[in-house]
């Protein structure tokens, strides 16, 4: 009788807990719902009727679903463990309270990063290294002790309460409700998702620990869904979950120029750094020497879209799908058309890089070309001869020349090492050669002494690697590419210092149309040629999932937006490390974000 006396009290007391239970999540759902509310006002805010009616269903969807799922992890395992219902409700509200200060946290952290939290986030937010830091963080754990109150507060009421509260009917209509709300978010965003509705799918990283449901593979499956039509609308526009871009950040201003500088622009997707040599490319190295060569330049990207962006925007690759959403144009191409100048825009690829036609160019009708019709890198510098000797003489021009060595080689699917270096070294030795009827043609018009002339590589090459193994492949080969500028009044010669595509924007916004603003208001990089600015102390090379942090010495810092990370020495094996340069990546996060609207 008395084992029968005892798992009835049991019970009892366990079915009370459960019931308590049910009402501390409600209320903490209630603080979620108000503490997370603050993301409205630190998101992209949507601009139609739908989107902000989605954001209002999500955040009570997503917040009651967190709370109660934490308390089905969590709290409902412990009534069943432990026994003593003051102890129960202490671990309780201490777990409660710790969760809520995390959530208001993260707030503050997706603030200033535009992340939420995770291991590295948090460690940059307890760093020794930065006390004042620190200290300012500590701000936000102040809060504590009045919500550890108010939990003690109310799991007091409500367990004495707890008869009268058991009678309560309409929280099951609320459970009911938050439970058709946060379905109704995952069903929403599916759609969403597969129609590209963006004001939704921007949404995507609202909230921590979201992760909302899509429906591709399965609409795929039931033929409602062109995959290829998607993939190509997705490659032009740029992701779903893009932010909305602020660029510039104030409405530039500039001293009149009294004589306008022409302008010659020529990337080549595959361009190595070691290219540059007098057995390779004997004219551009010629050329070189003749110019400033930046030899400790890096590219923005391992993708040639990504690389446009630096090269044109003086932004990381971070910001590529936001510039193809938003269709932002370059304030430095901006510039150029408000200045008259003639355009004559080249492509040995046919401008196959969305970047161009979406955003960078999208104002400008670019040439096209037809099936039957060549395009290759001898067709590009032709047509640019002839547009040379036609333009007028009366204005200024720029010219941009898009050439490819790389997509060339790999087409080849050559099967040893050897092989695809001496095809790579002949395509170099082409390429040397139509540089080399390009400076002709300038040196015959005497057309460099008024003309600034800028070559570089998009990406450089591995040889050996399939397009799956260099998606995520960040070696010095692929990202270390030459930087020459022929700049007539500046100083020629060997420069070692750290520099990257984002760099030259500010570079040719300062020195040729002498702006007023500083960089940072419509750019991440400095100018090449201001030596009284200080060196950078890392550039960025970045992807969809990577950002590669790169110091003067080769070191590379590995971290994606999950908060992995790695290190790689110069040679690019990676190396241990136990501790990541915290401020660094903060200092990295800091500016990362800069341009994003907020």
Known sequence: MFWIKNGRQYREQTSQKISWGHWFAFFNIIWAVAIGSRYAFLIDWPHTLLGRLYFFISILGHFSFIAFGAYLLVL?????????????????????????????VDTEVFSRFNLHLSSVVWNLLVNPENGELSRDWQIFFTPMPLMLLAQMLFSRWAWYRLRSLERQKWIRGVGILLTCLFITT???????????????????SNFPLSYPMTARTFLEKHGLLDKQKYETTLDQDGRLDSPMIHYP????????????????????AGLRQDAVHKEKMPVLTEFAQQ??????????ANSSNSAIVGLFYGLNANYTDSLLNNKKTSVL???MQQEDYQFGLFSATNFKQSIFRQA???????????????IDNESAVKNWQLWFAQKSTDKAWFSYLNLDISGLTRQQHLPTLVQEQQFYTQQLGQLDEQLNAILTTLKMQNALQNTVVIITGEQGYTFQKSEDELFNYFAPEEISVPMIVAWKGFNTGIENKLTSHIDVVPTLMYNLFGV?????????????????QSLNEWVLVANYRWNVIITPDGTQYHIDNKGNYQKYDRAYQKVSSIRPPLGLFLDVYQRNSSFFEK
């Open 291 to 300: 110019a400033t060569q930046f030899t400790n330049h890096y590219t923005t």
């Open 186 to 204: 995952h069903l929403i965003y599916a759609w969403a998702d597969a129609y590209l509705y963006r004001p939704i799918t921007m949404q995507k």
């Open 360 to 374: 960078l160019f999208h104002q400008i009708t670019l040439p096209s070309s037809s099936n039957h019709q060549k």
């Open 333 to 335: 191409v901006e510039k």
């Open 249 to 268: 950040k104030q409405a530039l201003s500039y001293n009149n120029a009294a004589n306008k500088t022409n302008l010659l622009i020529i990337t080549v």
């Open 516 to 532: 007023k603003n500083p960089n940072i208001d419509y750019t991440q990089g400095n100018n090449l040629f201001d030596h009284s």
């Open 76 to 104: 409902f395992p412990l009534s069943f463990i432990i026994k003593n219902e003051r102890t129960f409700r202490g671990v309780s509200v201490i777990i409660a309270t710790i969760a809520i200060t995390l959530l208001l």
